[in-house]
């Protein structure tokens, strides 16, 4: 609502305007929900997101990126990083070339990064960045986020270490031994295989558990484990 007082004929008016903006304050509700909503999810979210200059200085991260890195806060990290090439990556040179990626692809790119901490240890971790442009095609910063895969990527290298054993030890064992899928096809047979059989191990997996053992000892093979 507006007003405005005047005189018409010698007598003091006063002229009002009124305008429906109904439409208006529901546009400006939705869109206060909306960003509250993001807010949330930037705060809350698991992985570390971030918003950065395409020449390294941290614009923006979660609480999560803070921890991730070994920061007390996201503030401690936006304050502290003035070139994120040199002070979060294990080499500096990764970074310049995923951002040069991503510039040139025009497109998301996703890397797997070592990366450096607050202390100075380091953690393996997947990185999701894509370079942000204005309404004239300018690149005007960096957003993405980055997942700690540090434990996953042990617990990785455990398994393979412990298969490389296992199939040393099976690869040198007297005794024929194999593995299968859930349908009784051979996925493994150890080397001895061609003593006992007198077939090459990768000619031996063409057959099927059935084949090979007599009845009886294939019937064995089905009983409930334990028995």
């Known amino acids: 609502v507006t007003s405005s007082r005047f005189e018409f004929q010698g007598k003091p008016l006063v002229q ?5 903006i109904t439409e208006r304050k529901h546009a400006e509700l939705a869109l206060k929900r909306s960003e509250a909503k993001y807010r949330r999810l930037f705060e809350d979210a698991a992985l570390g997101i971030f918003q950065s200059t395409l020449s390294g200085k941290v614009l923006n991260v979660n609480k ?4 991730m890195f070994g920061y007390e806060s996201a503030h401690e990290v936006i304050t502290s990083i003035i070139d994120a090439a040199q002070d979060m990556y294990e080499k500096p040179e990764k970074r310049h070339a995923i951002v040069q990626k991503a510039t040139t692809l025009n497109e998301p790119v996703i890397e797997e990064c070592q990366y450096r901490r607050k202390d100075g240890s380091y953690f393996t971790g997947v990185l999701f960045l894509r370079a942000v442009k204005d309404e004239h095609g300018n690149f005007t910063h960096l957003e993405g986020f980055v997942e700690d895969i540090t434990q996953r990527k042990a617990a990785e290298d455990a398994l393979q270490r412990s298969q490389a054993r296992y199939k040393l030890l099976a690869d040198n064992a007297d005794d024929v031994i194999w593995t299968t899928d859930e349908h009784l096809n051979f996925t493994y047979v150890s080397p001895s295989v061609k003593l006992m059989y007198g077939y090459e191990p990768e000619d031996f997996l063409q057959f099927t558990v059935q ?7 294939f019937n064995q093979t089905d009983a409930p484990p334990g028995i």
């Not at 009002?16 to 429906?20: E, N």
């Open 16 to 20: 009002g305007i009124v305008r429906d």
């Open 64 to 67: 999560a990126f803070a921890k």
């Open 211 to 217: 084949e090979v053992l007599l009845p009886k000892a």
